[in-house]
Structure formats: structure tokens, C-alpha cells
């Protein structure tokens, strides 16, 4: 199985500042990794897939990059309706885990 | 619009079973592959099973395998989750996501809300 280990697990930033998330692999998934965004009381909502794609409709300020093992997710300029647990998951293999998630708040 | 809808979920004793069930519209649903998603109170995401859009393949997490039967229903735009031998760790939110292509891919581009399901004697 390929675990996903996403860094930090929570963070606090200001309403504008840049955030940045990362997610590692523990084996090469190429590409195949997806970013997904969960607000308090509903359901995930994709957000990155292949790594590196937006999904039709997503603001700009949302973006990810990264191959092989190693994987980050920025949201360029944060804003309060950003305020959410964002998932990364990783589908070269079945099971398709998820990372632990990490909780943004703000400051 | 795509819409997934689940039901089914109640509180249910230790060793029960339970049968989820997920309604979809706004897409054709015999094109794409089916996947259940849970998440236990306050934790993760954890992936529990998908079907091929056929349901000629089935694929199980470990933690659910010989337990849980996913199948679906094509004419009836269904799909559905058998939960026997229910355990405590079994409680969860669980959610019915769609594949993002006609492929038994497990990218989730859409999801329902949910149905809760509680493992409680």
C-alpha cells in the first residue's frame, strides 16, 4: 500500500498571506496525486488532480505541484472563505489513500 | 447537475448489518465507475470500496474485505453498500463519490453528503 504523509496537520495564517501544504508519497505516484478541500459539516470538494491541474471552476490562487514522491499545495493569497481541512490522495494504486489532512485556520 | 444522494444509515448494534444506498442524476451513470468513502467522527478520509461501471469488478479497503458487498443497479441509477458484521469501527459518515472518467479511476469528482452510520450497543 502507498501511505501519504501531509504536513502540517494544522496551521494559522493571515487573510492574504501565502500557504503552502505538502504531501509525501511513500513510493513514486508519478503524477497521480489530487487535492481536495472539506468545510466544516459537508462533503469533500476536489480542488487539484494530476498533481498539478486545477478543477474547472476553482479559483487561480489555488494551485499544486510536485512528481514522484513529493507534492505541494499553495493557496497564494488566503482568504476566509478558504478556512477548511485540504486532503491530498494519492490514486496511482488501490487503496487510493489520503493524507491525514491539514486544518487552516485564521489568525 | 450531478447529484448523489445517500441513505440508509442508522444506528445498529454490534455484529448488525445495514444497507446504504446512493441515488445519482445528472449524469449517466452506467458510464462511470462508483466508489463509498467513509470518514469516522472527527478523523480522515478512508476509501472502502469501488465498482467498475459494470459492477463486473469489485475492490475492497482491508478493513471492510469479507465484510462489505458493493453492487449497483444501473436501471435504477443506484448504488449500494451491504455492511454485515458491523463493528464499532465502522462508525462513520460514509460518502458515495463518482469517478472523475469512465475508467475505474479513483479520482473523485463528485460526492454526496453522506449518511451516518453508528455501530453503538
Known amino acids: 500500500d502507498i501511505q501519504m504523509t501531509q504536513s502540517p496537520s494544522s496551521l494559522s495564517a493571515s487573510v492574504g498571506d501565502r500557504v503552502t501544504i505538502t504531501c509525501q508519497a511513500s513510493?513514486?505516484?508519478?503524477?497521480?496525486l489530487n487535492w481536495y478541500q472539506q468545510k466544516p459539516g459537508k462533503a469533500p470538494k476536489l480542488l487539484i488532480y494530476?498533481?498539478?491541474n486545477l478543477e474547472t471552476g476553482v479559483p487561480s490562487r489555488f494551485s499544486g505541484s510536485g512528481s514522484g514522491t513529493d507534492f505541494t499545495f499553495t493557496i497564494s493569497s488566503l482568504q476566509p472563505e478558504d478556512i477548511a481541512t485540504y486532503y491530498c490522495q494519492q490514486y496511482d494504486n488501490l487503496p487510493p489513500f489520503f493524507g491525514g489532512g491539514t486544518k487552516v485556520e485564521i489568525k | 447537475e450531478v447529484q448523489l444522494v445517500e441513505s440508509g444509515g442508522v444506528v445498529v448494534q454490534p455484529g448488525g448489518s445495514l444497507r446504504l444506498s446512493c441515488a445519482a442524476s445528472g449524469f449517466t451513470f452506467d458510464d462511470y465507475a462508483m466508489h463509498w468513502v467513509r470518514q469516522a467522527p472527527g478523523k480522515g478520509l478512508e476509501w472502502v470500496s469501488l465498482i467498475s461501471w459494470d459492477g463486473g469488478s469489485t475492490y475492497y479497503a482491508d478493513s471492510v474485505k469479507g465484510r462489505f458487498t458493493i453492487s449497483r443497479d444501473n436501471s435504477k441509477n443506484s448504488l449500494y453498500l451491504q455492511m454485515n458484521s458491523l463493528r464499532a469501527e465502522d462508525t462513520a459518515l460514509y460518502y458515495c463519490a463518482k469517478s472523475y472518467t469512465t475508467g475505474t479511476t479513483s479520482l473523485f469528482d463528485y460526492w454526496g453528503q453522506g449518511t451516518l452510520v453508528t455501530v453503538s450497543s
Open positions: 513510493q513514486d505516484i508519478s503524477n497521480y
Open positions: 494530476d498533481a498539478s
